[in-house]
């Protein structure tokens, strides 16, 4: 019963065509790149897929409406590299992420370095 309802109301199939659409959109073609060949090596491009999608309906004055959206992000996280018959995951290194780590490094030694200050004070 409550697939009918579901079919019959416009929030239903509207959001299930959104959800169709955007699990169509992050296939394995997608994360995966097509394969690069150069020299005997073969490169394969691989990403990491993040979607979400939203919608809903409602009455105002006797009137339906319905609306929704959704979307996605690729980010690159490395590539396989196929070469003489071994195959290896090459990661991608983000510069901002090494930055950070840095950034919270130079803090924790900060703060390590006043807690042991303070310690030989006492």
Not at 78 to 96: L, N, S
């Amino acid at each position: 019963m409550e697939d009918k309802e579901k079919q019959g109301s416009p929030s239903g199939s509207f959001v299930e065509r959104i959800a169709e659409k955007m699990s169509a959109a992050a296939n394995a073609k997608r994360i995966y790149g097509e394969p690069v060949e150069r020299n005997g090596v073969t490169v394969i491009p691989v990403s990491k897929a993040a979607y979400g999608f939203g919608g809903g309906a409602g009455t105002k004055a006797g009137e339906e409406g319905s609306g929704g959206g959704g979307g996605m992000v690729l980010t690159p996280v490395g590539y396989i590299e196929i070469k003489e018959g071994t195959t290896k995951f090459r990661p991608i290194q983000d510069p901002q992420t090494l930055i950070k780590l840095f950034a919270i490094s130079g803090v924790a030694v900060l703060l390590t370095a006043r807690s042991i200050t303070k310690i030989f004070r006492r």
